[in-house]
């Protein structure tokens, strides 16, 4: 009973809304890298199913262990990747078997410990700041919505506003409200997309391949490390909960393999839901706040169950809606980790040009730009190093260093 007691209006709300922002932000990219390796219209229903599945199960089980939130999602950079390949470059046995050797790999940098060891080595400050640029650049995407849904995003805006004077809890409850309403009012709701039916699964046998290995696995796996998993452990680092992210990492790697051939071709920890989960703007006590995981996680497999219908259910509800939500429940996530990131003085320069470098969405093949603006901040932390300075400083200076005391008999 004392975790139903731990919920609030505020957790369901930003689970749902944390859920809503996963799925149908990437929704699109799911039916277009489905279709580029073949797929059926029923097997993209079962790639949905299984993505949905594998995010509930992987969200919803940590954080009731652990009691902290404990977000999963799938790799929308990877989803990209599969969108990219040529049609019929692979077949969809090819693309499953790719799928496999990348949650082993996940599995075991996860389990290892090797990519948390080189998460040891980035100073908060850049972490911070890496998180910043990731939350910034997918949330200014509301506000450039304003241009063809003015009303929408003006009137959602002020309703968060004026929550977050009188009721700072219920601030995305007010906008998300609202926003619904607006939509509503301006036909942009698309109901009668809405059906009910329930998922059927459908697996598909692995072929494994040397040139999908190469093609499909390795960037796979690059872009889903870099560009999702390095900011999903600063988030939950910046938050001040020690999620367990060796265990968390290699068991989105298991559930790659038990879920890819339904299609479920990855998942990793999650930075955007998870900050809207973990913010104090979710419940006052920082403890009651993987409630709101809890509830993203069992949406996730309502989802799930659901299948097909959850598609109409997020096609009903109009792009620009999903996007001013996101932007305004992780405006204080931008604030709050840039205010961490500049706090130190020997750090403010690397962290102000990780966050630059990581908003650029700058990408050379597949590497994405976290992994960029982490490089280059670390970069700029060695520079300014006082090691670094020895070595480029002038031998005269070294020699005139004050040395120990030698008495010359001579009063000076």
Known sequence: MSILKDFSLSTVTAGFVSALVGLATGVALIFEAANRLGATDAQVSSWVWALCMGMGVLTFVPSLLLRMPAMVAFSAPGAVVLATLAPGEFTLAQGIGAFILNGVAMAIVGFTGLFERFMDRIPGPLAAALLAGVIARFAVVGFVDAK??????????????VTRQFAPAYAVVGMLVVGVLTSLASGSMQTEQLTLSLAKPIAVAPTFTLAAFVGI????FVVTMAGQNLPGVAAYRGSGYDVPTSKMLGATGLGTVALASFGGFTFNLSAVMAMICVHPSTHPDPRR????ALAAGAFYLLAGTLGSSITGLLRAFPPELVHIVASLALAPVVTSSLTAAVREDKHRDAASLTFLVTLSGVSVGPIGSPLWGAAAGLAATALASARFRAVFRRPSARRAEPGPAVASGVDR
């Open 148 to 161: 063809t849904a003015p009303w929408l995003v003006l009137f959602a805006t002020a309703a968060y506003l």
């Open 217 to 220: 696995t390795i960037p796979l």
């Open 289 to 292: 706040r993987y409630t709101a």
